[in-house]
Every structure is written in C-alpha cells, then in structure tokens.
C-alpha cells in the first residue's frame, strides 16, 4: 500500500501562486509515474500533470506553460507549482501515484481561485 499526503491548497487571488506538495509513504519502493489530477464541483476529474521517476513531465493544455511539476525521488515527494492562476483552475486537486500496475490517490487538496 502507498498512502500519499497533500498540502499547500488554499484560497488565492487570480494571478497569484500557490505551490502543492504530496509525500508518499507506505510501500514506496517501485513507485512509478506520479502526478497531479484536479475535480471542479460537479466536472469529472482531470489531468493535470504527471512526472516520470527519470523527470519526464506531461502537462494539460490549460496549464501548460504556467504549473510546474516537480519531483524528489530521495523524499518520495511530488510537487505542484501553480502560477497565473485562473478561477477556472478551482478545485479539489489530488495526488496519484503508480506501483506496480496499481494506481492510489491521496485525499485532496483544495484550491480556490477568486475573479
């Protein structure tokens, strides 16, 4: 089992920062990809970005070239860097994690943006 934490949500001015870290814990050995996937009230959830253990990232169209995902491989964390938010960018955003052909998410993490 891999439990993962997040932190750093909170409730943000259009065009500010907010900057979101998960720990992974547990069985942390094998972890693959991890990533970042976000759920606006009543939207399904989506994709945000994802990193490989080598670094390799991948990113939504919407926030390509403003959120920044990162990785520490030592700490088993993932980090989140958001900029020039949007209020379309509000939601409940998620940790996810892959080992061994099974996906876990953490609790979530929410960011509001106000317009």
């Known amino acids: 089992q891999v439990q993962l934490v997040e932190s750093g949500g909170g409730l943000v001015q259009a065009g500010g920062s907010l900057r979101l870290s998960c720990a992974a814990s547990?069985?942390?050995?094998?972890?693959?990809?991890m990533g970042w996937y976000r759920q606006a009230l009543g939207k399904e959830r989506e994709l945000v970005a994802t990193i490989t253990p080598d670094g390799s990232t991948q990113y939504a169209v919407p926030v390509k070239g403003r959120f920044i995902i990162s990785r520490d491989n030592a700490k088993n964390t993932v980090t989140l860097q958001l900029n020039s938010l949007k209020a379309e960018d509000t939601g409940v955003y998620l940790c996810?994690?892959?080992?061994?052909?099974?996906?876990?998410w953490g609790q979530g993490t929410q960011v509001t943006v106000s317009s």
């Open positions: 547990g069985s942390i050995s094998s972890i693959n990809s």
């Open positions: 996810n994690a892959w080992r061994l052909g099974v996906r876990y």
